[in-house]
Nanobody
Framework: QVQLVESGGGLVQAGGSLRLSCAASGSGFTINTMGWYRQAPGKQRELVARISSGGSTNYADSVKDRFTISRDNAKNIVSLQMNSLKPEDTAVYYC???????????????WGQGTQVTVSS
């Protein structure tokens, strides 16, 4: 099985920056789509950004000009650079990867455990 380990969350003042990273560990797999989601208190989980295996990206309108998603296929890492953070960015951030088993080519989604990002005023 594949495990996703997140890092980079924390407390930051409005206008500051954070960089989140998520690494997949294990063997016998490749990764299709990678993405970041977040869930704020009292709200549904929403897509923040995603990146395809070919590098095509998609962002939520609220973060379009502030966040940048990237991936390192050799290291199985997806990162999210977050700049100009706002209090409304406060949420638990979850990484997501579509895992492809090399033996069967079966695909399934895997999630990180979540990391708290808190932006203070």
């Amino acid at each position: 099985q594949v495990q996703l380990v997140e890092s980079g969350g924390g407390l930051v003042q409005a206008g500051g920056s954070l960089r989140l990273s998520c690494a997949a560990s294990g063997s016998g797999f490749t990764i299709n789509t990678m993405g970041w989601y977040r869930q704020a208190p009292g709200k549904q989980r929403e897509l923040v950004a995603r990146i395809s295996s070919g590098g095509s990206t998609n962002y939520a309108d609220s973060v379009k000009d502030r966040f940048t998603i990237s991936r390192d296929n050799a290291k199985n890492i997806v990162s999210l650079q977050m700049n100009s953070l706002k209090p409304e960015d406060t949420a638990v951030y979850y990484c997501n990867m579509v895992i492809v088993r090399m033996t069967s080519h079966w695909q399934y989604e895997n999630w990180g455990q979540g990391t708290q990002v808190t932006v203070s005023s």
